[in-house]
């Protein structure tokens, strides 16, 4: 057992051995007296205590909280003793001790059984986080700081994780206990990185760096004056080395910047070498008017400058709360709406509905078909992001964070078991509508040719739900016949099938009136396995009916087929001719001639000659295969399989005409092994022409105007174009193949579209390219490209200028004519 006593060195406490402590005190009161002859010798020993409390941090820990005689004399053999500054310093070894036994290395101390991750806000700059990790990782915080700086604001890199990095920050910012006593980490013989006080033309940086990497100072200043002159970024990664680059500002620093171990002789030698320095030779005239702009600029952010300071501090702080008031404000209203959003699920407001592709479905829908357990989840999941957005704005507001640790920790693990109760119960509710299947019934309903039937609408308990599609055909049979088919989701087919017989769709007939309804009557309290109908009435040929204007929110390809509109249905009465077509028998006669010159023609197939004219833009969607030239006037025909044509839908507004399908309930089912509809078009120009669904298009064009070109969901065109410009978009795994030529090619490309245009000359070229799409083009006078993700441009020509600008992965080639 042996006495021992506490210590304070450079403000930490130490216990240590009475022995251990006589020889300490000696060995500090030789230092004392042997510097005391220095101008600064108050400040060279306070740095020698400094040393020396940061190598007995390293010797203590939960192991061991002692000092003992031994771990004295390991210290003097590693500072050197001033007795022995003329001898040549001895590579230092660790000392044994008398038992055999090594003591632990002075470079790292920590406890056998392993680390913990902490912040270290003693070298911190924000909250000790990348400190804390070097610490963990026995790096230099510099790295860490770098490597962070560079993914943070994508520096060298073509893919971006700055949001992931500044979640990740935060959380552990959070999660991560602090540390004021973390052991420090020190290579004798190895560089550290510091700005240099003494080499600086502003903050000192590339003083820091020309004594790190051992050259010329010169060569650095010049490098990054030229990054900054021709890149702009010599700047930015200047502001950033000044900020994560501590500065030298003791002797130890200061030594440890040069690669020299620190010791007595050492340090002695730097402050002989400070208290003697030479000013060198003195600046000719170029250097001083070189160095003029960056020694303004450091007496503007110099620390003696109180005003600059001043104002720095006021904008960082009105930045840091500006941003506070911004994330809390964003937070709440986000925490708000998501209330609003469970109140409205949960019932409370009875005629709501939720938006889903083309689907309005009620609310109350969603709540018998998702359980409790899972809208809790989906809330709490969504919630804590946006408290969390909004308690770090007032915590930026505050100046420091308002959450206690445990609560943070609560927050994060209720969000895991949401997150977790999600991907549990999510797929489970989704497996039941991955197929969907139908049953069919017939109904049968008199007629009275005397009599003109009407058909009329009944609404549902919904304002906005439809769930039924009605289209009117003509028959050659006596009576009214009502097919109905009723589609259904579940997890099979069986399943979906007995879904959808869970539902029916009555109609009612009350003397020459039929009674429809918008909606399926479905049964209460059960959940929506999206049933929905298609209707199809068939009318004897010659039977006059009329239909009520509310009808428009059913009806489906009855009117449009024949050139009719909704607004041709009220006050009106209709029949079907003996050749299947509808004919309107109390329209006005200039109103049905219009009608007849728009009508289509043998509409259950072969070709059919669509009366549209003025327009200069064509939509196309849904599988069309389109052949498109040019010609004095305007010409539209159409063919394809029946059945296909059935589905067709047209329409014009202005001067676009659009060609989609009705893309009903079933629809991909019932056309999925079938062809999509031929269509052929004649116009005088073209402004655009738009592709989509997979669609398809042969295009010949010689035009002295403009062309745009946008092609999405692995559509296809080939085309002969002599324009003046054209600007096209691809997207979706697109392709184009192209001949001609024209002045200005603007190009953009994405999700591994495919452009060959090697036949198709333009004298400038401006194309951004992403997502692995491929380009290959001609041009002559001028280029500019953007390229990442792994996209490739192979060009044709000898452009003037050529302006490429290509991230990791990009490749550019250019083929000689």
């Known amino acids: 057992m042996k006495k021992s006593i506490s210590i304070n060195i450079s403000g930490l406490l130490f216990n240590i051995e009475e022995d251990a402590y006589e020889q300490l005190k000696r060995y500090l009161d030789e230092i004392k007296l042997y510097f005391s002859g220095y101008e600064a010798s108050g400040e060279i020993v306070a740095d020698i205590e400094n040393r ?11 192991q061991k909280q002692v000092l003992t005689e031994s771990d004295v004399e390991a210290l003097i053999a590693q500072m050197g003793n001033v007795r022995d500054f003329a001898a040549i310093e001895e590579p230092f070894e660790e000392p044994k001790s008398t038992n055999g036994q ?49 993914i943070m604001f994508d520096i060298f890199i073509s893919f971006s994780f700055s949001g992931a990095l500044l979640i990740g920050y935060i959380i552990l910012w959070i999660a991560l206990p602090t540390s004021t006593d973390a052991p420090v980490r020190e290579d004798k013989k190895t560089r550290k990185m510091f700005r240099h006080p003494d080499d600086r033309v502003i903050a000192g940086v590339c003083g820091g760096l020309g004594a790190y990497f051992g050259v010329d100072v010169v060569l650095i200043r010049v490098l990054l004056a030229v990054l900054f002159v021709f890149a702009g970024s010599g700047l930015f990664l200047y502001i950033l080395l000044w900020v994560i680059m501590p500065k030298a500002t003791t002797l130890t620093e200061r030594m440890q910047m040069q690669g020299e171990p620190v010791t007595l002789a050492n340090i002695e030698h730097q402050v002989k070498k400070n208290l003697n320095l030479e000013e060198g030779e003195e600046e000719s005239l170029l250097a001083r008017i070189l160095l003029f702009p960056f020694r303004l600029v450091a007496s503007i952010f110099s620390g003696d400058n109180v005003n600059v300071r001043v104002i720095i501090t006021f904008l960082a702080d009105a930045i840091r709360v500006v941003l506070g008031l911004i994330l809390s404000f964003g937070g709440f209203m986000a925490l708000l709406a998501l ?4 109140t409205v699920v949960s019932g409370v407001y009875p005629d709501t509905y939720l938006h889903l592709f083309d689907l309005e479905i009620p609310h109350a829908m969603v709540r018998n078909t998702i359980p409790d357990a899972l809208l809790v989840a989906v809330l709490v999941l969504a919630s804590i992001p946006a408290l969390f957005i909004m308690l770090l704005g007032i915590g930026l507001v505050a100046g420091r964070w308002v959450v206690h640790r445990t609560v943070g920790w609560g927050l994060a693990g209720a969000w895991i078991i949401a997150l977790i109760c999600v991907a549990v119960m999510a797929p489970r509710i989704l497996v039941n509508y991955s197929q969907d299947d139908y049953y069919q019934t017939e109904a049968t309903f008199r007629a009275d040719s005397t009599q003109v039937v009407q058909l009329k609408l009944e609404r549902g308990d919904w304002q906005k739900f439809r769930n039924v599609r009605l289209t009117v055909k003509g028959s050659p049979d006596n009576d009214l016949r009502l097919e109905q088919r009723i589609w259904g989701r579940g997890a099979t087919s069986e399943q979906a099938r007995k879904h959808a017989q869970q539902a029916s769709y009555p109609v009612k007939q009350q003397g020459n009136v039929l009674l429809f309804k918008d909606q399926l009557q479905l049964p209460e309290n059960q959940p929506f396995y999206c049933q929905n109908a298609e209707v199809t009435l068939y009318i004897p040929y010659g039977q006059r009916f009329a239909m009520h204007h509310d009808m428009d929110n059913i009806l489906t390809a009855t009117l449009s087929p024949w050139g009719y509109q909704n607004s041709d249905m009220p006050d009106n009465t209709f029949a079907f001719n003996k050749q299947g077509e509808l004919v309107c028998l109390t329209c006005p006669a200039e109103r049905q001639d219009n009608i007849n010159n728009r009508k289509q023609r043998n509409y259950t197939g072969g070709n059919q000659v669509l009366n549209y004219k003025d327009f200069d833009r064509l939509k196309i969607g849904n599988n069309y295969q389109l052949t498109l030239v040019q010609g004095p006037d305007f010409k539209v025909e159409v ?5 296909v044509m059935k589905e067709m839908k047209v329409r014009q507004q202005g001067s676009t005409l659009s060609f989609s399908m009705e893309n009903g309930p079933g ?65 979706g795994s697109s392709e184009a193949s192209l001949s001609g030529n024209c002045r200005t090619l603007k190009a953009e490309l994405s999700g591994a579209s495919e452009l060959n245009a090697s036949k198709f000359r333009s004298s400038h070229a401006e194309l951004d390219l992403s997502g692995a799409s491929d380009a290959n083009i001609w041009v002559t006078d001028r280029i500019k490209a953007d390229l990442s993700g792994g996209s490739n441009l192979n060009y044709r020509g000898k452009p003037t200028n050529t302006n490429i600008d290509k991230s990791t992965g990009a490749d550019v080639s250019r083929r000689d004519d």
């Open 102 to 150: 090594t003591h632990a290395s002075e470079n790292w101390a920590e406890p056998v059984k392993g680390r913990r991750l902490y912040r270290n806000v003693n070298r911190k700059i924000i909250a000790g986080v990348a400190a804390g990790i070097a610490d963990y990782l026995r790096i230099d915080p510099l790295w860490v700081r770098l490597g962070m700086a560079i």
């Open 339 to 342: 209330l609003i959003s469970a």
């Open 639 to 643: 063919s394809g399989d029946g059945e």
């Open 52 to 62: 020396i409390a940061e190598i007995f941090s390293t010797k203590v820990g939960p």
């Open 667 to 731: 629809w991909w089912k019932r056309m999925k092994d079938k062809k999509g509809p031929q269509l052929f078009v004649s116009v005088p120009n073209l402004a655009g022409l738009y592709l989509s669904g997979a669609s398809s298009a042969n295009v010949k064009l010689d035009q002295g105007k403009a062309l745009a070109l946008e092609l999405s969901g692995a559509s296809e065109i080939e085309g002969d174009l002599v324009v003046e410009d054209l600007e096209l978009e691809m997207s």
